[in-house]
């Protein structure tokens, strides 16, 4: 039997408003545009998985909390049209997490705040309650949205049962050294490499030396994406840059580092080398980026091997 892919992470309901300013304290204002949509990177990775394994007979599990409200219908309505397989606790006592995002019309700039809800109460007894579903995964994923708490013990599970282990240590944050030691793949980006490593990260040769500090740390391997180029891998062995693959011109890059993760998971799960999971991840980045939106911007797998078969 195929084994799945196991991520776990929160879901936020984003809503999106674009107006000329903030209001002050006390004030009303109109707005040009309002958008509701689904995020949260362990959401969005989900979604990028499934579509990405769509067709192999592989399956997508997402470990999460939800409220009970109108929000968690969008998120299910969200994995099950992507072809996620949900593993969300339903928690009465709170709410479905939520993000109220400003646009400011002029300069696309925007200021956000995150009320997690449910999410924020993820915990190691239910990661623990999934213990046989991550035992049993080829390629178990999380990020550091939920309580770090149930990050470590999802690694913890699956490592022990030999699973490969992703951690995507995002939003940045610092970890010590035996989270690290977890993790056989890190996939920061360049802020988030800053963050762990204290090293500036501003072009190849620095992602490099941040690389190699988090090797020293215990890190399997580290994929750094940079972005508009590409990724670099670099483990004990080999050091190789994996440029972008532009599929288009760039519409908005906000799920591109979750496309990436998503797309990588599913090409390690399907036995790829490393450099050619890379790979499939930086095209499902690629064609992420040409569309609005996160999760709606996720490819389907007939467009990543359409992409990577045109070189």
């Given at each position: 039997m195929t084994r799945p892919v196991v991520i776990l992470g929160i879901f936020v309901a984003d809503t999106a408003y674009r107006a000329?300013?903030?209001?002050?304290?006390?004030?009303?204002?109109?707005?040009?545009?309002?958008?509701?949509?689904?995020?949260?990177?362990?959401?969005?990775?989900?979604?990028a998985a499934a579509m990405a394994a769509a067709g192999t007979g592989r399956a997508v599990h997402f470990v999460t909390r939800l409220g009970r409200d109108d929000f968690a219908a969008i998120a299910r309505t969200t994995w099950a049209r992507a072809g996620v397989v949900p593993e969300a606790t339903e928690d009465a006592e709170s709410y479905t997490g939520a993000a109220y995002i400003f646009l400011e019309a002029a300069t696309g700039n925007n200021a956000i705040i995150v009320a997690p809800g449910a999410a924020a109460r993820i915990s190691a007894a239910d990661v623990e309650a999934r213990a046989g579903l991550i035992g049993g995964a080829s390629v178990f994923v999380t990020q550091l949205e939920q309580p770090v708490a149930a990050a470590r013990r999802g690694l913890e599970i699956a490592r022990a049962a030999g699973v490969t282990t992703i951690l995507n240590p995002a939003p940045a944050a610092a970890l010590d050294d035996a989270m690290l030691a977890l993790c056989d793949y890190l996939t920061p980006n360049e802020?988030?490499?800053?963050?762990?490593?204290?090293?500036?990260?501003?072009?190849?040769?620095?992602?490099?030396?941040?690389?190699?500090?988090?090797?020293?740390?215990?890190?399997?391997?580290?994929?750094?994406?940079?972005?508009?180029?590409?990724?670099?891998?670099?483990?004990?062995?080999?050091?190789?840059?994996?440029?972008?693959?532009?599929?288009?011109?760039?519409?908005?890059?906000?799920?591109?580092?979750?496309?990436?993760?998503?797309?990588?998971?599913?090409?390690?799960?399907?036995?790829?080398?490393?450099?050619?999971?890379?790979?499939?991840?930086?095209?499902?980045?690629?064609?992420?980026?040409?569309?609005?939106?996160?999760?709606?911007?996720m490819p389907a797998r007939a467009e990543i091997d359409a992409l990577l078969a045109r070189g």
């Open positions: 000329d300013r903030q209001p002050k304290i006390g004030e009303t204002i109109l707005g040009h545009s309002f958008a509701l949509g689904p995020g949260g990177k362990g959401s969005n990775q989900a979604v802020t988030e490499a800053e963050t762990l490593t204290g090293l500036p990260v501003t072009g190849l040769a620095e992602a490099e030396r941040a690389a190699d500090a988090l090797l020293a740390r215990g890190v399997g391997a580290v994929v750094v994406t940079l972005g508009g180029n590409g990724a670099l891998y670099r483990d004990a062995a080999r050091s190789v840059h994996v440029p972008v693959i532009s599929a288009g011109p760039v519409v908005e890059t906000t799920g591109a580092g979750d496309a990436f993760n998503g797309g990588f998971a599913v090409a390690l799960s399907e036995g790829r080398d490393v450099i050619e999971a890379v790979r499939f991840g930086c095209a499902t980045a690629g064609i992420s980026v040409t569309r609005p939106g996160t999760a709606p911007s």
